[in-house]
């Protein structure tokens, strides 16, 4: 089980407690960063472990760091991306339920490198128990001097704040939770200028997953070399894979960067629920591209699978099995993005909301032979020409599961 | 200047500017929606995606930014299928109420899809219902069926005005621009709403229904409804007065003026628009005895010069006063000053103008007429009409309508029966009409040519945007041919036959307007 860095200490009673986590080796990280490492040395570490953002870009964190301008008169803010809305994702929801420490341990390193004094943790709006525990560990952390002013007796102050957000999936795109936290309406900025330079409250932001901050502990007490031994050159660490769907076991797997997809289906989580025949995954979020069955031999890992025209993104599996529809799949996709979409920009707002008027209309028996095209032509012409990623994110999984599936879609049509 | 190449052609574009704008400057359009000149890029109609060579996706021509060597193609397929894609997505809850549409003629999204679409609606679920006339503002409708969302409005609201008025509400398909409930927009600038919108959505209830725009013509002209100079583009109705119709005009919009009124021009100016077709002069008369007498100007000019040259003859040259308003042109200032003052030697100049109201910080000055600085820098000194002096005086000319404004109207009466000879020079009727021997009709700026010196010392030139309907004559040319037939310097004034020429004589007089 060593080869686990964020689960590992899942098991232990209380560990939400500052106490126990300390027990566990907690908080060593920040002494070691804030005593004895620079913040340039804490940027050189975790740039050398090739940590990748896990909410779903993969952009390399320590690169994302490196882009803060240290020579502006403005205050930085650091922003944790809580707010974990991608259909089948929900990894964030148990490492800050049953380790809110670690990743309040992220959080200062990180600010400390970057020379941030205020961090906010954007949480999503339903998450409210894990809110308020988040919330008793800030408090704890500042009791015990690890948050508040001179941390550990150095010169370094910070102040971490929980923000819920209000249930809206487009907060999860770093510029509409800015625009969200800064009090307005959940809109994304266009960019340039990035968060980088221009982000909340017109100053300099870094914006982490939880998942991406939670692996900052490990990766200043053991070293980056150790990390990216976990994963991949390019890659490093563990991902922790949340497996829902037609599987025995559904839940979160961590697991090295790399591992197979059948391996995370077939040994982790259990194989299929009642032996039933796979058809489809989904295999980073529901905004990643469909796999057939065919295709779950595939290496888990950012580029394996962009190579495969998927994404790892939120590293979420939906599997699928033969019994379900695929018209409910593509049902459920084109529903969620056309009640998601924020309305700024025209092909989102309008075309998620026809695609899913066509798509109720075939579920409704009353598809007509065009209409599988028409979806495909609706979904190009959002690809790649939306303000913010959500159009992508719609665009993509529909364009897939009408390719890939277009046989059995027809079958639906009532001519056939 | 970075040079860029926008399909080939090498352009300059200064340091900052947008791709949008630099091919702007170089008579390239690109199309789009929500981008404004006068607002920060917003980026969400997606309409103006242009290629740029290196990069993947299409970018925003509005938002991206000029840098040396940008190789840019704005009619590539690629552009023109996304431009379709765009206009597909807007017309499929688009209305098809254009027949009924005010916007119709001058809308974005009918002139883009008969340049870029001109396809067959594949739409074949129903469109969403909104609400069709939701009243935004005193002179505002809102059609959100109409609506593109381009937030041009809430955008104005928020950077011009600053009012923060309205924003958007709900999400995605049924995002919608609202106000706070019962709380219309009211604001001295909220007319320019309908002017931005780039669509039907928002339309003006003042002209609303009234007309097809295509009927209109629009000229440029000055606003003189204060000293800001705003300039406006009048649009009236050419067929008049052929076609019965009470008014020639049926709107004024703002003309884009970046030194004066950017792209705005306030509601005062904006609907304050009736003066040009209501209380108008429109018959040259003399009054004997009570009897009214329709005169030529000719005629008028004769007789006036008599009244002014027997006057001078017995010595009584000092017995003739003027009086002066500051909607009159530079020209028209300068013109009486050289001919009464400096030509026939009278002393007794007199302003009278509308009173001063509030101003509203913005575009809208306290000072309610086009010319006071003109009448300041061409060397004229504000004298208010005084009782004393008014009735001492043989013959006086009126030039504007506005001394009862200054003058109560009882003592006015007086002053005036004692004048032997009073000759009226206004274009809109008023208590004075009775009081005085001839009345001449004349023009509105807006039925003239000439130059304004606005409120900062910016000169203005127009030319007349509406015919001149009345009998009477513009008051430079009524100057003029009193010039003439007294004779008086007549070297000077023969050759200044139009506003022009006067112009180019007060340049090399008074140094401020080189």
């Known amino acids: 089980m060593d080869e686990k860095i964020l689960t590992q200490h899942f098991g232990v009673e209380g560990l939400f407690r500052l106490e126990v986590y300390r027990g566990q080796g907690g908080y060593k990280a920040v002494e070691k960063a804030l005593k004895q490492m620079t913040p340039a040395a804490v940027l050189d570490e975790v740039k050398k472990a090739s940590l990748r953002g896990r909410g779903g870009a993969g952009f390399p964190a320590g690169m994302k760091w490196g882009f803060v301008p240290q020579d502006v008169p403005k205050p930085r803010y650091l922003c944790v991306n809580a707010d974990e809305g991608e259909p089948g994702t929900f990894k964030d929801r148990y490492l800050m339920n049953h380790n809110p420490h670690l990743l309040l341990e992220g959080t200062i390193i990180a600010s400390y490198a970057v020379g941030i004094r205020s961090a906010f943790i954007y949480i999503r709006g339903e998450y409210e128990a894990i809110a308020l525990r988040l919330e008793a560990a800030i408090a704890e952390a500042h009791r015990n001097g690890y948050l508040g002013e001179k941390i550990l007796g150095t010169g370094f102050d910070l102040d971490v704040v929980v923000h819920r957000g209000a249930g809206a999936y487009i907060c999860g795109e770093e510029t509409a939770l800015l625009e969200s936290l800064e009090g307005k309406r959940g809109h994304p900025r266009l960019k340039p200028p990035f968060p980088a330079s221009v982000g909340l409250f017109q100053c300099p932001t870094v914006i982490n997953n939880v998942e991406t901050l939670s692996n900052i502990p490990y990766i200043i007490q053991e070293g980056a070399e150790s990390f990216l031994k976990k994963g991949l050159p390019r890659d490093g660490g563990t991902r922790v894979f949340g497996v829902s769907g037609m599987v025995r076991r559904p839940g979160i797997y961590e697991l090295p960067l790399g591992t197979k997809l059948r391996t995370i289906i077939f040994d982790h989580a259990g194989g299929m629920k009642d032996d039933r025949e796979l058809k489809a995954v989904i295999p980073g979020g529901m905004s990643a591209p469909i796999l057939t069955a065919d295709e779950i031999d595939l290496p888990m890992d950012f580029d394996s699978l962009a190579e495969a025209g998927s994404m790892l993104g939120s590293a979420a599996v939906i599997v699928i099995d033969k019994e379900t529809s695929i018209l409910d799949v593509l049902r459920a996709v084109a529903k969620f993005y056309s009640h998601e979409s924020c309305g700024q920009c025209t092909p989102c707002r309008i075309g998620t909301a026809w695609i899913n008027k066509i798509v109720k209309r075939l579920a409704g028996g009353e598809g007509e032979p065009d209409d599988i095209d028409a979806i495909i032509r609706l979904a190009a012409n959002i690809k790649g020409k939306t303000l913010c990623p959500l159009g992508d994110a719609a665009a993509l999984p529909l364009l897939s599961i009408c390719q890939k599936f277009r046989h059995e879609l027809e079958g639906y049509l009532p001519h056939a | ?514």
């Open chain 2, 1 to 514: 200047m970075p040079k860029i190449f926008i399909d080939d052609r090498g352009v300059e574009a200064a340091q900052g500017l947008t791709v949008l704008q630099a091919a702007d400057s170089a008579g390239i359009a690109i199309p789009h929606f929500c981008y404004h000149p006068a607002f920060a890029p917003e980026g969400s109609c997606r309409m103006c995606l242009v290629e740029i060579e290196g990069l993947p996706k299409l970018e925003l021509a509005c938002s991206t930014i000029v840098r040396e060597g940008l190789k840019v193609r704005t009619t590539s397929p690629k552009v023109v299928e996304a431009r379709k894609g765009v206009l597909e997505f807007l017309l499929a809850e688009h209305p098809l109420d254009c027949p009924i549409c005010d916007k119709a003629g001058e809308c974005k999204l009918q002139d883009y899809f008969e340049e870029y679409g001109l396809f067959k609606s594949q739409f074949k679920e129903a469109k969403e219902k909104r609400e069709k006339k939701f009243r935004l503002g005193r002179n505002l409708i809102l059609d959100r069926e109409r609506c593109i969302l381009c937030t041009r409005c809430v955008r104005f609201l928020n950077e011009i005005t600053k009012t923060e008025d309205a924003g958007i509400l709900s999400r995605g398909i049924h995002s919608e621009v609202g106000i706070f409930e019962s709380e219309l927009i009211d604001n001295n600038y909220s007319g320019n709403l309908a002017q931005i919108c780039p669509v039907g959505a928002i339309t003006d209830s003042d002209f609303r229904f009234k007309t097809r725009v295509w009927f209109l013509e629009s000229k440029k002209s000055v606003c003189p409804l204060c000293s800001r100079g705003c300039n406006i583009t009048i649009d009236s109705h050419p067929g008049f007065p052929r076609i019965p119709r009470s008014r020639r005009v049926y709107r004024i919009r703002a003309c884009q003026n970046p030194d004066i009124n950017s792209h705005w021009i306030c509601d005062h100016g904006r609907y304050g628009y009736a003066y040009l077709d209501e209380g108008r002069q429109d018959k040259l008369v003399w009054k004997r005895g009570g009897r009214e007498t329709g005169l030529n100007w000719d005629k008028a000019v004769r007789i006036l010069t008599e009244k002014v040259r027997s006057l001078v003859e017995r010595g009584k040259g000092s017995r003739i006063g003027v009086v002066l308003n500051t909607n009159l042109t530079n020209e028209e200032i300068f013109l009486a000053d050289r001919l009464f003052r400096k030509g026939l030697g009278i002393e007794k100049f007199f302003v009278a103008d509308p009173p001063p109201e509030k101003g509203d910080g913005f575009l809208l000055t306290a000072d309610r007429t086009a010319n006071s600085r003109g009448l300041q820098e061409v060397g004229l000194t504000f004298h208010a009409p005084d009782l004393k002096a008014l009735s001492e005086l043989d013959l006086l000319f009126i030039f504007g309508h506005y001394l009862p404004t200054a003058i109560n109207p009882a003592d006015l009466r007086r002053a005036l029966e004692k004048i032997e000879t009073t000759a009226l020079f206004a274009s809109h009727k008023s208590a004075l009409d009775g009081l005085v021997d001839f009345v001449v009709p004349v023009p509105v700026i807006a039925e003239k040519s000439g130059s304004l010196t606005n409120i900062d010392g910016r000169v203005q030139s127009f030319i007349a945007a509406l015919d001149f309907g009345g009998d009477g004559v513009p008051e430079w040319r009524g100057l003029l041919d009193l010039a003439k037939e007294l004779k008086v310097e007549h070297r000077y004034f023969w050759p200044l036959t139009s506003p022009e020429a006067v112009f180019r004589v007060l340049q090399e007089e008074v140094p401020f307007f080189k």
